[in-house]
């Protein structure tokens, strides 16, 4: 098999090292480093400290950015950051073209619009995504982005809850938690924050934790289909999630970006579960469905049921914080994403996902071929590959060197995705049998 051809293994430590605090920064500027000339009394914060030298990433970019100057005429294949390639349907992007022409008119010139988002479109998620769950337009919040409600969402809840989340697990729920001050310090040694709660979620137990085990925590974050592994809970799986967060007076915040490449009975959403109005809130988007990650839209749904432990409302301390930190998403953000919702628009959306599930296909049949245990793929548009006994970033330094084939190394997903990387499959067919081609010849 390939990987017995691979490096020794090695303890991996997500992203390299911690920043240590300094006296002052004085390396010269040919190490990259910045020397200032003149040093203010303000002490920096604390928590940014604590975080790892660099977010996921713009780390993976980093390292492309030095294969590309190593191999300058190599054809690089990015399968690592999860940007969608396929153009937008022509519908969706002549609704917003049409919202931008218009403001150059006296009739059709609109200004701020409300911070929650524009209610036409509130009402069309509830009533297109979230039909027979209960879920009010009143209650959903349009954003630019989930990633950026994940931090909204942290501001919301403070310094002092304490926090559990899946291992692996999409890193900005980590790193917003150590930028808020609830993660402790780092340990090298297990690649942990002291303070979070990591719930293993391997195939060994069907990727779901192991919920006897697990501390009883004030916020869970929980994402299905799971980045990076791909799997999608199942309705039984989330009925107990569910029943865990009620027993424990616990919030869960859920994180559905990849509902839309679900083609089993898998839950698209944790409203589905009863019940989880009293204890959860989801945060979605447009980007992984719709081909938004340039265009930016995304929404959080904090229903109203959901309270504090004194009664008072969840959603209106969001709405505060929405109103505070928000000015609203772009009115022509807002009107692609009405077309989205439209029965037409949906449709054509749903072909570029099922382009997304054949090229993830492709790519499972490839590393398969390779007599490697590959997951993920079915439910989400990532394949989460499995190289025993082998460090993450060694696998991930070793396909780049031998392919010219960007991955993602498991380990910066936390302790839990060493041995693993994560393959994405946005990109243009050829490109995808490009990959495939490359890996069967060099592996």
């Known amino acids: 098999m390939y990987y017995s051809t691979m490096l020794s293994s090695r303890i991996c430590i997500p992203h390299a090292t911690i ?18 000339g003149h040093f203010t009394e303000v002490p920096r914060n604390v928590n940014m400290e604590s975080l790892r030298t660099r977010y996921l990433f713009p780390e993976i970019l980093m390292h492309e950015t030095e294969h590309t100057r190593k191999y300058p005429d190599a054809k690089l294949i990015r399968l690592g950051i999860g940007d969608t390639t396929e153009p937008i349907p022509e519908m969706i992007t002549t609704a917003m073209a049409e919202h931008a022409l218009a403001l150059s008119t006296v009739q059709g010139y609109k200004g701020y619009g409300a911070e929650q988002g524009n209610m036409a479109l509130r009402v069309a998620i509830a009533e ?15 954003s630019d982005g989930a990633q950026c409600d994940i931090s909204r969402l942290q501001m919301l809840l403070g310094s002092n809850v304490t926090v559990a989340v899946q291992d692996p697990s999409f890193p900005a729920y980590i790193d917003s938690t150590v930028i808020v001050g609830r993660a402790g310090k780092f340990e090298q040694e297990t690649g942990k924050y002291r303070k979070i709660a990591y719930m293993k979620c391997g195939p060994e137990s069907n990727f779901f934790p192991d919920l006897s085990t697990t ?48 083609t089993d009975s ?30 930016r839209l995304g929404w959080t749904v904090v229903p109203e049921e959901l309270c504090y432990s004194n009664g008072y409302p969840v959603i209106k301390d969001f709405d505060r914080i929405v109103c505070t930190c928000f000015n609203g998403a772009s009115n022509i953000s807002q009107a692609g994403g009405l077309a989205c919702l439209t029965p037409d628009g949906y449709q054509a959306l749903s072909s570029v996902v099922d382009y997304y599930k054949d090229n993830a296909k492709i ?12 997951y993920g793929g079915k439910n989400a548009p990532y394949a989460w590959v499995h190289f025993p006994g082998m460090s993450s970033w060694d696998v991930f330094a070793e396909i780049l060197e031998k392919t010219h084939i960007v991955t993602v190394p498991g380990c910066g997903f ?15 067919k050829q490109t995808i049998l490009e990959a495939s081609r490359r890996l069967k010849k060099y592996l």
Not at 22 to 35: D, F, G, P, T, V
Not at 128 to 142: P, T
Not at 363 to 374: E, H, P, R, T
Request: glycine share 8%; hydrophobic share 35%; aromatic share 14%.
């Open 19 to 36: 920043l240590q605090p300094r006296k002052n920064w004085n390396s010269s500027k040919s190490n990259n480093e910045w020397k200032p």
């Open 128 to 142: 297109k995504l979230y039909k027979d769950m209960g879920i009010k337009g009143e209650e959903i919040f349009v």
């Open 215 to 262: 501390p009883r925590t004030d916020i869970i974050f929980f994402c299905s289909p799971n980045n990076p592994t791909g799997h999608a809970a199942s309705w039984q799986q989330l009925k107990q999630l569910v029943e865990f967060a009620k027993a424990n007076g616990s919030i869960i915040i859920y994180d559905s970006a990849y509902s839309a490449y679900i």
């Open 266 to 295: 898998s839950p698209r959403s944790i409203f589905e579960i009863p019940g989880a109005q009293e204890v959860a809130i989801e945060i979605s988007s447009f980007s992984k469905f719709a081909g938004f990650t340039g265009v």
């Open 363 to 374: 790519i499972i049949d490839a590393f398969q071929s390779l007599g490697l245990k590959v």
């Open 414 to 428: 936390g302790p839990g995705g060493d041995e693993y990387i994560r393959v994405s499959s946005f990109g243009h």
